[in-house]
């Protein structure tokens, strides 16, 4: 069964830290990632997606993926308390057509 | 404008009763899903649509029926509601096989008593 792996937290930092959200996935075939914001009550809000190897950055954010060792993180820089949320891994399988797995996220508190 | 709508926002229904959640994107994607996410905030996929064409099923049972009169929109329909059918509903659309990504409509929260 492909499966995508998240702590489930909460994970708490400190107003302007660096919060390291992290993510583990088991089918070795998949092709892209993407991470998700949840505020409660809300819905999954596309945050980024990357597909090779390496860092990719956008403002605060930047997303790591290290396919050799089949994870991926996502990095937020200067965390701000609206950045408290829940944070949703998501992984592209292989087989040829979009088949999306969810981890069960990351809950981030940003104390001020 | 929104991207993805969901109707009605709030469901609440008895066991038994049969309903309907509609979707809507109007962002010219290609495939759409719908997700049910529990009380536990896991998000699992239920269906997909791809240019009307089902493309996923998961373990699903066969009381709900996805239906896309076109590519615009996906309906839900669930028929012998049972109480665990309480959850909230998503619907998402997205382009291409390998998208950048998924959007997802407000939500469905949908209470079975």
């Known amino acids: 069964q492909k499966e995508v792996e998240q702590n489930s937290g909460p994970l708490s930092v400190p107003e302007g830290a660096i919060a390291s959200l992290n993510c583990t996935y088991s089918?070795?075939?998949?092709?892209?990632f993407f991470w998700y914001r949840q505020y409660s009550g809300k819905s999954p809000e596309l945050i980024m997606f990357?597909?090779?190897?390496g860092d990719k950055e956008d403002g605060r954010f930047t997303a790591q993926l290290n396919k050799a060792s089949q994870y991926v993180s996502l990095l937020i820089r200067d965390s701000q308390p609206s950045d408290s949320a829940t944070y949703l891994c998501?992984?592209?399988?292989?087989?040829?057509?979009?088949?999306?797995?969810f981890g069960r996220g990351t809950s981030l508190i940003v104390h001020p | 404008d929104t991207a993805v709508s969901q109707t009605p926002k709030y469901l609440v229904t008895q066991m038994g009763n049969d309903k309907s959640i509609k979707c809507e994107q109007n962002?010219?994607?290609?495939?759409m899903y719908w997700y049910k996410q529990d009380s536990k905030k896991f998000l699992k996929i239920m269906f997909s649509?791809?240019?009307?064409?089902?493309?996923i099923n998961e373990t699903v049972p066969n009381r709900f029926s996805p239906k896309s009169p076109d590519k615009a929109h996906l309906n839900l329909h669930i028929n012998s509601l049972e109480l665990g059918d309480s959850a909230v509903y998503f619907c998402?659309?997205?382009?291409?096989?390998?998208?950048?990504?998924?959007?997802f409509g407000p939500g469905t929260r949908l209470t079975v008593t």
């Open positions: 998402a659309s997205s382009q291409g096989s390998t998208p950048r990504g998924q959007y």
């Open positions: 089918d070795r075939g998949s092709q892209s």
């Open positions: 990357i597909y090779s190897n």
């Open positions: 998501a992984v592209n399988t292989s087989g040829g057509s979009y088949i999306p797995t």
């Open positions: 962002l010219g994607h290609d495939t």
């Open positions: 649509y791809n240019n009307k064409e089902l493309i």
